[in-house]
């Protein structure tokens, strides 16, 4: 069964940081594209950060840039996203999904329809 269990999310204050967690179990990840996805209350699902299979392309969504860093450990078959400077606007449900790039290890999307494979979320809150 392939499956994709995000952790390390809470509740932080602003300027705070977070790392989230996502190791995956049933499959492994070195062959896969990564991403984290986060969905706001009444909002659609957006692109975060993403890492292409071999680790050395990365892309970040304009809000976070400068802010998030994407790392992937693939011994630990696990990818990470540390949060720092978090603003209440960061506050919403994170996903990370995984996408088999058919051998296109340079590959790598922002697009939710582009990954097949989907944890189950973690809440990230941050409030004063």
């Known amino acids: 069964q392939l499956q994709l269990v995000e952790s390390g999310g809470g509740l932080v204050q602003p300027g705070g940081s977070l790392r989230l967690s996502c190791a995956a179990s049933g499959f492994t990840l070195d062959p896969y594209a990564i991403g984290w996805f986060r969905q706001a209350p009444g909002k659609e699902r957006e692109g975060v950060s993403c890492m292409s299979s071999s680790g050395r392309s990365t892309n970040y969504a304009d809000s976070v840039k400068g802010r998030f860093t994407i790392s992937r450990d693939n011994a630990k078959n696990t990818v990470y996203l540390q949060m720092n400077s978090l603003k209440p606007e960061d506050t919403a449900v994170y996903y990370c999904?995984?996408?088999?790039?058919?051998?296109?290890?340079?590959?790598?999307?922002?697009?939710?329809?582009?990954?097949?494979?989907w944890g189950q979320g973690t809440q990230v809150t941050v409030s004063s």
């Open positions: 999904a995984a996408d088999y790039p058919y051998g296109a290890s340079w590959y790598f999307s922002l697009e939710p329809a582009d990954y097949d494979y």
